[in-house]
């Protein structure tokens, strides 16, 4: 019986978990937006270390996507069908080099080594 209230909990939460990203995307996608251009390097140090690391066409795609979004939300409309369909929100281009960044500051954590650049919120 347990057994089966754990699929059930499961099976609920995959449910939930696969509504709610479908739900994302979609407002991704009206704004021409990806997932990783909603992490702020504001809130978290690494993520500023992350787009510092990106190259240069990465950085002025990401700038051009947030200012498109920034546009439209000011205007009260959202890209075309057509152009909805062609966006990719869950293309993470950004996840992975913050991964990164975490792991090589956890290993010089690790070895007592000091940070290669400051952590410090003003």
């Known amino acids: 019986l347990l057994e089966c209230a754990r699929h059930g909990v499961c099976r609920l939460a995959s449910v939930a978990r696969a509504a709610y990203r ?3 995307g979609n407002e991704l996608r009206k704004y021409g937006l990806r997932y990783d251009d909603l992490l702020d390097e504001g809130q978290d140090l690494d993520v500023g270390e992350a787009i510092k690391r990106l190259s ?7 700038q051009q996507r947030l200012k498109r979004a920034m546009d439209l939300s000011l205007k009260h409309v959202y ?3 057509e152009e909805q369909a062609m966006q990719t929100p869950f293309d993470f281009y950004l996840t992975p080099v913050v991964e ?3 792991r090589e500051r956890a290993e010089r954590a690790a070895l007592g080594t ?3 650049y400051n952590r410090q919120i003003p």
Do not use: F, G, H, I
């Not at 240069?56 to 990401?62: G, N, V, Y």
């Open 79 to 81: 890209l075309s069908k």
């Open 22 to 24: 479908a739900n994302v």
């Open 114 to 116: 000091t940070q290669p």
């Open 100 to 102: 990164e960044v975490k």
């Open 56 to 62: 240069a066409e990465e950085r002025d795609m990401r």
